[in-house]
């Protein structure tokens, strides 16, 4: 046993225990706060709390492999965020579903783009094809999302028909996209600059994690509750 204890020094170890614990939390929480919720709240905060639940299954994964093996859990963490990602993506739909018609057109750009986003930057994280080369294709993704929920179709829908809620949801989860989204790149940079270290590049992505499934759940919740609390009131 004594090969999978955490060593006292060893932080990235420690913050992927942290994250661990904290997502299972976040998870049972959001679950719980459904009674709060009215209509298709309900379904945004469940996606929420699906979110953190994927995200605590694959740190369970991830924190032995960094413990046994001391090597970045590259495979666990792709697969992670190739099922999260794309369910945040369906938070922005499900905001506007909620306040207006919207095109499925929309939802398969948004959804297509953050799929080329993440199986590129894979493929340069495991030096499939070339790491520069992968994480300029992943950047430009990125950036179509930007562009979509600041002045695209989804913004002009949020603006138009969005309730205060809704609004407050929506603008902060492109705060989240925008700024919280640009940690990941700033890991890939640190991480494969020059000899690259593992420690930086995955302490850097756990922060990321942390920043993106739970505060992007609590601003879901949020919404969720202050919309019910206007409802009864």
């Known amino acids: ?57 694959h740190y369970f994964y991830m924190r032995e492999v960094w413990i046994v093996s001391g090597t970045s859990p590259t495979t666990f963490r792709y697969v992670d965020w190739l099922l999260t990602v794309p369910l945040q993506i369906i938070e922005f739909y499900l905001i ?25 930057g894979y493929f340069g994280e495991i030096r499939s094809i070339n790491v520069w080369g992968a994480f300029i294709i992943s950047m430009l993704a990125w950036l179509f999302i930007i562009y979509e929920v600041f002045l695209g179709e989804a913004s002009k829908i949020s603006a138009k028909n969005g309730t205060e809620a809704s609004k407050k949801a929506f603008n902060a989860l492109r705060i989240i996209v925008t700024v919280g989204w640009a940690i990941y790149p700033l890991g890939y940079v640190l991480g494969y600059t020059g000899g690259g270290s593992e420690n930086t590049l995955n302490i850097v992505y756990n922060l990321a994690d942390f920043v993106n499934k739970i505060a992007f759940g609590v601003v879901i919740w949020a919404a969720a509750t202050s919309s019910s609390d206007e409802q009864t009131s």
């Open 1 to 57: 046993m004594k090969e999978v204890m955490l060593d006292p020094a060893d932080f990235v170890g420690m913050s992927f225990w942290i994250i661990s614990a904290a997502m299972t939390a976040a998870t049972f929480f959001f679950f719980m706060e459904r009674d709060r919720a009215v209509g298709k709240w309900k379904t945004s905060l469940s996606v929420a709390a699906l979110v953190t639940g994927i995200a605590a299954i």
């Open 96 to 120: 506007l579903t909620a306040i207006a018609v919207v095109r499925s057109a929309l939802f398969w750009k948004l959804m297509a783009a953050s799929v080329v986003m993440l199986v590129f």
